[in-house]
């Protein structure tokens, strides 16, 4: 009797999954038409290691034997499209990171940790170009953002504690492609940005006493692994063609 049950639970399992793959690539139609709306959620993470061996070592000496960095963010949006290639929106998204750093120097050994948090809000304009029955496609992205946050640093020996907070605003573009699994759900993906950066820096020491500020602008092209982000978007509403 079990052997039977079972048989007809992975049937049943089996049968489900089936018509899941089934609805979710035949049922589809045009998907973006004028008016709809689309909720995305997207995130990213990076990590890196890296190790240093000096060529020499005099009598003083102080230098990065290892460390390791450690990058993520969340974020959301809602768009509207204006037309089936013309879609404008906002979002949201939180980032955060950790970098760990291990000096060696003749005095003793030394280990600096930095965190960073930030979170953003900003507006975006983007273009479609659909492709491949218009299931695959290619969108460009003009956005703005500004961001609040700050690093937090660890330096033991040599450095008390110390503090940094930051604003920036940035102007950018973010090239990236999408693949609908049926007329509702699309998986995306962003990899690398060319953008413009205001940035503002306050530093303060281990007892809250501001040291000095800073202000810079900055063009920044970025092809890191952290510039790559992965989505789920959900369409839905829009006008019948």
């Known amino acids: 009797m079990k052997t039977m049950k079972t048989m007809k639970t992975m049937k049943t ?3 489900m999954i089936f018509l899941f793959l089934f609805v979710s690539f035949n049922s589809f139609g045009q998907v973006i038409t004028k008016a709809t709306k689309r909720i995305g959620l997207d995130f990213n993470y990076s990590h890196s290691s890296h190790k240093y061996t000096p060529q020499t070592l005099g009598s003083s000496y102080n230098y990065i034997a290892s460390g390791q960095d450690t990058e993520y963010g969340l974020g959301g949006s809602f768009g509207y499209f204006l037309n089936k290639k013309i879609e404008i929106g906002l979002n949201f998204n939180y980032s955060g990171g950790k970098e760990i750093d291990n000096y060696v120097s003749n005095i003793s050994p030394n280990e600096s940790i930095s965190t960073s948090y930030f979170y953003g809000l900003g507006f975006y304009a983007s273009y479609y170009k659909m492709l491949v029955d218009d ?12 961001a609040l946050g700050g690093f937090d640093h660890t330096q033991s020996q040599y450095f008390n504690n110390s503090r940094t907070e930051n604003s920036n605003l940035y102007f950018g573009i973010n090239p990236g492609i999408f693949y609908f699994l049926n007329n509702h759900f699309a998986l995306s993906t962003t990899y690398g940005n060319l953008g413009y950066t205001i940035d ?3 530093y303060y020491d281990a007892n809250g006493i501001k040291i000095s500020e800073s202000v810079s602008n900055d063009i920044n092209v970025d092809f890191s692994m952290n510039s790559w982000h992965f989505g789920l978007n959900y369409y839905f509403g829009g006008k019948k063609e």
Not at 135 to 146: H, I, Q, V
């Open 13 to 15: 399992m089996k049968t």
């Open 135 to 146: 299931k695959f496609g290619f969108r460009f992205s003009l956005a703005a953002r500004y």
């Open 200 to 202: 503002n820096r306050i």
